[in-house]
Structures are given as C-alpha cells and as structure tokens.
C-alpha cells in the first residue's frame, strides 16, 4: 500500500509517529497510509523561506506566470490518473472528480496568465503618483513587492486539488513559497500532484513543500512576513487565527469557513420558465455535487409561500432520480461523505434541522441500499430537503451548517426586504443566488445582499446554458465572506495578489520616483 | 474641574466607578475628570449600528464627504482652543499641538474631498467586469457596499485629535457609524472635539459614540459586520486582537503598534549637502517634536562607518540648543512625555539600550532643572542620542521601541545590502527613510525596505525645502506596516476605505449588471 510522506527541506520526509489509514468511503477498504509529519519545523520553514523565497523572488511576475501554468498542464496532462485517486479516497464521482481537478487546473492557468500579461516586473505599480504638499516635487507613490515569508495553506478535505492548488497558483505567482497541507483523509490526489510536481521539477527547490500528517509546532516558527491561509472549519479556524504567535508576530491570515448559502427564487419566475430551471438544476447540482460537500453549497432555499409546493415537488422528483452509490459506478450521481466523522455530523446535523423542519425528502439521511457496495459499508447519507415550519422564527437553519446533501425551503413572503433579511440571519456568507427576471428585483436582492457575502450570483432566463452556478468558484471572482464565512478573501485575479505581497508608499522627489518605478519598473528592480 | 463624560446612545453619559484625574504632565497639576465608562454596552452598540448606520448609509459618498468637510471646518474653527488643551493635558508645545490639530483637520478636509469627488454614489465600483466563462452574457462585476457594522477606535495617547480624526474620517466616508475610545490620559481634547461634534449637530445621531474611561465588555457585542481599530502598544493590540469574540466572530481588525523606524544616511552625501541637512533636520524633528511620542519618530539612524562622528557631532549640537520644560512657555522647545508611566518607561529604556550602546547625547535622560517648572514636577525626559558598541551583533535597538525623545546611530558599512539587513532586522515597521542623491542607491534601499514598511521616504538635496518628513503621515498615502508594526494598513486615499467596505463579485447577466451597476450607478442604488 502506498505511504503519503511529507515533502519538506527538499525530500520526501517521514516522522517516528504511527502512520494513519485512508480509505474508500464507499467501501471502506483501505487506499493508502499516510506517514508521521516531520519533526524540525523551524529547518522546513527557513528551508522554504529561504531557498524557496529567493529563487521565486529572483524571478519576474511573468515568469512565475509561465511557472504557474507549467503546473496547470501538469495537473491536466496526469486528468485520469488523478480522477481516478479522487474517486477511490474523495468518494467522489468521475464528474465530481473532474470539477475538482479541472478546477485546479483552470484555476493554475488563470493565474498563469495573470502572471504573464503582468510581464516582465518584479513589482507592482499601484494607483498613480499623488502630489503631497503644494510643492511639485514632492510625491508619493505605491507599490507592492513580493512579502519575505512564506505561506503556510491548511486545506480542507472536499477539494483536495483545487483547494492546494487554488491557493499556491496565487502565491507562488506572488512570489511567496508555499508549506501546503492537505486534510488527511483525502490526501491521495494532493499527494499525487506533489509527486508529479517534484519528478516534473518545474519549480524551484523550496517554492513548494508538502506536509502529510500534523503540523506540529509549525505556526509558532511564523513571523511578521508569513501569512497563513486555511479552508475549513469555524472552530479550527478559530483555533488557528488565535494562536499565541499567530497573533504576536502580526501573521497575516486568511480564513475560509462556514457559510450557509442561500438560493432566493423570485415570484416572477413561472414554474415553466428558464430562470425556474437554472434554480432548480442549481440547488440540485448543489446538494449532490460532491455530496454536497461544497463550501459554497446551497443550503437555505427561500422560495415565495405561494411556490413552495411547486418548488418541493420539482426538486424531489429529481432527488429521487440520484443513484446513491459506489461512485467508481458509471449509472451512480452520488457518492458517499468523505468520512464516517463526516455521515455521523451529517446525519446529527439533519436531526437538528428536523427540530424545526419537516424532511420532504430523504428522511433522516439514511440509505438503505448504496449501489455497488457491500450491505453496511461506505459514510452514505441521501440527500435530504426539508422545509422549515415557521419561516420566522427558525434559528438552527441560519446558524448551523450541515456540511452534506442537505438543504431547507424556506417559505418568504416574495418581498425582497423580507429575502434579505432572513439571508443576512446567517451571518455573513461566501455565495448566495437570486434567481428572477425582475431587475428591480435583483437590484434590491443584490444591494441588499452584498454588505453580508464575497460573491452573489444573479440567475436569470437569458442566462441559462451561459453560466456556470454560484458553487463554482471562478479564479476571476473573489472568494470568501465576512462574518461566519471566516472574513477572508482569496482569488479575484489580481485581487488575491494582495494577501502575498507588501503593499508601500513611498513618498519622494517626483524624477527619482519616475526613474525608479515610472516607466520601465523592470530595470529598476 | 471639567469631568469627561461618554457620548453614547444619543447623550452624554457616565457609570458608576470612580473618575480619574488627568493632569498637566508639566507641572502635575490637575486639568480634568474622566467619568467612569457606560455600563450597558450592548445598547451602546445596537445604537450606533443601527441608528448611525442606518442614517450613514443613506447618504452618498459625496454626502457623507461634506460632513467630513463639515467636520474639518470645526476642528479648525476651534483650533485655538483646542491647541490651549493640547499643551495643558499633552504636554504638547504650540508646535506639537498645531501639528495634532492640524493633523486632526487636514486628514478630514483630505477625506470630504475624497467624498466629493466620488459624488453621488452608494456603492464603489471595483475594477472591470470581466468575462467569466466562454459565453459573452456570464461576466462578473466587483462592488464595494459599506459594511453595515460599527467601527470601533480604540486611539493612543499621543495624537488625541489627529488619531481620533484620521480614522473617523475614513469610516465616516465609508458609511460606517464610529464608538471612538481616546487614550485616557491626554483625552481632554479628543473630549472637547466631541463637545464640538454634538454641538454643531453635524453628523446624524449615532453615528459618532465617545467612549470615557474603559471600554468594558465592549468588545463581546461585535459580530462579523463589525470593524475593530487599534493603535498602540504591541501588547494591548495581541490581547484585543486575540479576544476570543473577535476572534469567533471574525471582526475585523486593524492594528497599527510599534515601530523600529530607521533612518539611513547614504554615503555620497557631502555635510554640506542639502540632503545631509535634511538628513539632520529630519532626525532632530522626530527626536524632539512631540518629546519623541510618535509612532513614527526614527528610532535607528544609520550613518556610515566614517561619518559618524560627524552625525553626532551635529545632531548632539542640535539637540544641545533645545529647551526643555514648560511648553506653554514659548521659548520651550520640547515639553515632557504625557505620563508619569511613560516617563518610567522611556528611562528603563534608555538603561536596557545602554547595555548595548553609548550615550552621546543627554546621559541616562534625566532633565535636572525644566524651564518655567518647580523643581521635581514635571514628566521630562532629556533627548538622548546613543551610538552603539557593535553595530553587527547589537539585538535590543532592534527589538525595543523606546517611545520618547530617544534615537541609536548604528554604524554601518555605507554598502545598501548592509543597511537593508540592518533595518529589516527591525521586524517590520511603519517607515523607513533614506537619505542620498545616488538614485542607485536610493532604488536598491527602497525594493530592500518595501516588503518590511508600509511607508518610506527618499530625502534628496532638491527635496530640501519642499517636503515633510517621514514622521508625517499623509492621508494620500498608506500607514502601517507589517510584523512588529501590528500587520495594518490606514488611509491612502481610497485604499483605506476598504477596511469598512465589503468587497462583493456579481455574476450574472451582462446586460443586467450593466444596468445595475454600470453608467449610473446612483440610480440603481
């Protein structure tokens, strides 16, 4: 069986402590081991800010832009083999394991091309020159230039490719080299990608090192110029942010949580129109994309009082058509939860939505037959939809994420006012959807909206077969939310730069400011 | 004797706990009360969230500009009185006080333009929309709505006026209503600017709260829509920073904290330069204005192996013509530290940096007669120039922030390479500057000090006379700095609206996002 090892200080690298297991959440046999993280964690970060920050800051932003793409033909060139490990250790399905690794690979070449339209730079201009004082001479101009730490990723179990690479496109484009960890219990692909881009050797020695297991006494080596990013959990992301040295030394973080996304159907969208559709085949990719294990899932639906009976009936129709099972299977469009940690927080979180819904579909969450796999085995739970009884006084729907295929109705009045208010309940979110062929409509949704989210997405008739959903994060849009969404940003294009790179004013006599950053930065640097 | 109350939920308000006594750190003679703080807290904030936000955001951003305007005009209006309680409570001569208030009016006037000429919009427009998928109709467009929260500013001791202003000024343009905490011991003029503030009924109820006294539990009321600002100590800024409230409902926070300012001295410039003489003048400034209580004063003065005795000969000469004691007296050049405590603090800093360096100028710091005072009274604190023993192996300069009239000459090679590693040895901090006219050596410091300063300044012989210093922060350009610095970044013009606003991407369909939010977006608003 294989043994996932860190790759850190420039080899693979193991520790003395015991190895953990991974499995096949469908099957539950085993896929791979994964060995003890290393033990000198200051070496692994010196090694990686040093060796690794130098090379990349030698290099231009058009440079790394060709690096960064290197990587995205890589992950791309090695599709099959990495969809394969998806589907045996993510419980993936082959198309859930294709959005996740073309994701990254997208997202890679995005970036890459970021990279090399910024050109032949070593620094960004930012803003233009302002004039300070009433004397002409004396200016002030921004730049940024690439931190002189490293970036530590903690990712999360749903997106093992896209998720490590999504992050380390952004910095390694930055400049800044990357200690990536991926979740333990999916760590097959990102462990695979590791492998590929060491034998590729695209990148420089220390621009990217790999951590299987903990993470030791990683963050207390952080420092002023280290910033940390990390996908997950509230409560570990919480747990992280407040770290003793984390807060001493100013690290910069980045946080991506919880976030309870809503869809808002509009009451002017016909049972038979496109816009009706796109929402309906939104909520359902959402619910059972992945198991519903999407960070940016849907999983409050605010349906108009008068079509909730139009809305429930439409979707469980189509849940019911899912065949749960072994996802290795062609004819199955489900698979299992990614853990038996994950089925029994699934099926404990659906209980509790049940204190105050009703299940229109799917129960409790449990599968009595799981297509293509031995009686008993495999973290499965069904899809679930439930729908709240008192739209106005429900709590758990607005506060507590059930991180499967789960969803509610809620029943709203169809005024926009009242929409906004029972979404901003959830208390800040990555992605919400408004569905509707009003403008007013969307324009109220959309202001109304926006103070409590990093993304919306305005679905409409026209738009239908033109767009991809809001659970896809786009590398052109920024990701992240305030509030219980862990107040974080990432992605954006040039927009998630920012987290990686120092941004200074520097204020000075305006033909030194020119020479020096005016018209051909290139030379300057 | 005045007593110092809250302005809280719409009036004047004090708790029960006992007064403080402020006092004139000159003479120690009493010059105010401060009540105790409110007690009811979450009332306190519900107010300013909702009666201020509400209020706030219902204006434009050029509206919310002409009451930043509005607000400047009164500061000024009362400049004479304000700098009368300045040089009372702060120990501030007419210059410090002038250069506070000034400050204070000047930042505001900066903003209201700002405002104006944003003009009649509710929302930012960020950047492009860009194409998102393969279809022309997908695109996405980034906006910037103010976060519908309330800004809490929790100000330092030494720029009462200027640091409450500064960064009300900013929240205030972005919509977003302000509890302001002055420091307690110098906080009659930031009350007095209040008194004003109410008075002229400028700004809509609730936008603007004042906290007296301490903040209580003030902090577990923020949520995820909240802003949290903080300038001071690295200590107080980990314990806020770290609140476990802060934390779990992801505030946002801001900390601008100590700083190791360097100053570095290029060898081609001749002692009769004009930039040398900037060089000395901006030292000298920022070693006495404000008794060296500036978060940006300089700390560290790099002179090169060979001229360093000509720096100290200089500076020491300089620094031997100002005259210490009364600053309400107008012969006096330098007035005492604001606080008994401080005054301790800045002498226990001396003796730790003298374990390392000499002192060259002003011995341990005491002050043995202070104009104008009776004998004893009085926090003073001589200027001290210290040079150090060993410029390669020297650690405490570096890491201790002595925040009085106290400046290290470090001794360096005159090479850029040995600089920057000197300066950077600081940890990051807030600003930085150097002085030559060789534009090589100017470009090589500057991209060697970007990633470790928000802010530098290149003084050059033709900037004589046309700039001010590095101590000066600018509201055209950005103030913070990473690491020690507190990670945090204020004003630069527009760039520090961000703090207060969300940043939200908008997918849909093109022609609906053009009408939304496209040619006039204060239509769609």
Partial sequence: MKTIRSYVAGGWAEGAGKAQTLVNPATEEPVAEVAAGPVDWGRVVAHARTRGGEALRALTFGERGQLVKALSKLIHAHRDELIALAIANG???????????????????????????????KFLVDGEAAQLTRSVRFVGQHIAVPRQGVAVHINAFNFPAWGMMEKAAVALLAGVPVITKPATSTALVAARMMELVVEAKILPEGALSFVAGGVGDLLSHLEGQDVLAFTGSSDTAQMLRGQKDVVAQSVRVNVEADSLNAAVLGRDLARDSEGYALFVADVLRDMTQKAGQKCTAIRRVLVPDDMVEAVREDLSERLGAVKIGDPAREEVGMGPVATKKQQEDVRAGIARLR???????????????????????GFFVSPVLLQLRDGKTATRVHAHEVFGPVSTIIPYSGEAKDAVDLVARGGGGLVSSVYSDDRRFLGEMAFGLA?????????????????????????????????????????????????????????????????????KPDDAA
Same sequence: chains 1, 2.
Avoid at 111 to 119: H, K, M, Q, S, W
Avoid at 459 to 465: I, M, N, P, Q
Avoid at 500 to 515: F, H, M, N, S, V
């Fill in 91 to 121: 419980g993936n399905t082959r198309g859930d394991a294709k959005f996740d690794i073309d994701g990254a690979a997208g997202t890679l070449a995005a970036y890459g091309e970021v990279g090399i339209n910024l050109g032949k730079v």
């Fill in 355 to 377: 204190e105050e819904a009703d299940s229109v579909f799917g129960g409790d969450g449990s599968v009595a037959e799981a297509i293509g796999v031995p009686k008993g085995k």
């Fill in 451 to 519: 103070p409590h989210h990093g993304r919306l997405f305005l679905g409409s008739s026209k738009l239908a077969g033109h767009a991809v959903g809001p659970g896809t994060v786009l590398p052109q849009l920024v990701h992240g939310g305030p509030g219980r969404a862990g107040g974080g940003e990432e992605l954006g294009s040039l927009r998630g730069l920012a987290f990686y790179l120092q941004r200074t004013a520097i204020a000075g006599d305006k033909p030194i400011l020119e020479a020096l950053f005016g018209n």
